[in-house]
């Protein structure tokens, strides 16, 4: 099972709304509602920012959003602030061994 | 409030054996799975496997199977990971990562992080 593929890196503009992809297989994403997606800040612990494709845990901004299509599941932050800054993984459970595979992640500039 | 609590930071020589330590605080261990990741330095995340106190059935991925040894103390709440030999390639940070009971949930409380450095 390989890492999901995500872009090595998105950018955009304060108050801008970006998107970031996290393709996987029919044996993953397209198979279970089940992505998520950390946010790491530099030397910090990666954090839970979406589960269950879109959910949000209690005290995550709704700046942040998830969805899924196909074997491809997306983040967009709308409202882009200097604090999203940091990188992204996305991880989906995949039912087999490896249960669990993350993706490449994507460093967010902001401009 | 609830976190998990990790132990320090560590310098092993290649071949040496090392056992890193996960202290679940503000809930008991038995009512959520522990899993591990690794990040080596500037890379990505890397899931190694998880297991559940009441469970001898722990999933490790083959990336990591027979590498390591995942396991826990239920009487104080802690959950450990441990190697028998350490290779240069084993230097990074590691995660240990709370998941709920419910299968494919995600990982919703994360460690600090202890890093390992590997050199001789």
């Known amino acids: 099972q390989s890492a999901l593929t995500q872009p090595a890196s998105v950018s955009g503009s304060p108050g801008q709304s970006i998107t970031i992809s996290c393709a996987g297989s029919?044996?993953?994403?397209?198979?279970?509602?089940?992505v998520s997606w950390h946010q790491q800040h530099p030397g910090k612990a990666p954090k839970l920012l979406i589960f269950?494709?879109?959910d949000l845990p209690s005290g995550v901004s709704n700046r942040f959003s998830g969805s899924k299509s196909g074997n491809t599941a997306s983040l967009t932050i709308s409202g882009l602030q200097a604090e999203d800054e940091a990188d992204y993984y996305c991880c989906s459970y995949t039912g087999s061994s490896p249960l669990y595979v993350f993706g490449t992640g994507t460093k967010v500039t902001v401009l | 409030e609830v976190q998990l609590v990790q132990s320090g930071a560590e310098v092993k020589k290649p071949g040496e054996s090392l056992k890193i330590s996960c202290k679940a605080s503000?809930?008991?261990?038995?009512?959520?799975?522990m899993a591990w990741v690794r990040q080596m330095p500037g890379k990505g995340l890397e899931w190694m496997g998880i297991?559940?106190?009441?469970?001898?059935?722990?999933r490790y991925s083959p990336s990591f199977e027979g590498l390591v040894t995942m396991a826990a103390d239920r009487s104080i709440n802690t959950a450990y990971l441990h190697w028998g030999g350490l290779r240069a390639s084993d230097t990074g940070m590691y995660y240990c990562v709370r998941r709920p009971h419910r299968t494919g949930a995600a990982f919703d409380v994360w460690g600090p992080g202890t890093w390992v450095t590997v050199s001789s």
């Open positions: 503000g809930y008991s261990l038995s009512d959520y799975w």
């Open positions: 029919s044996s993953d994403i397209a198979r279970y509602n089940l």
């Open positions: 297991m559940h106190p009441d469970d001898p059935n722990i």
């Open positions: 269950d494709v879109s």
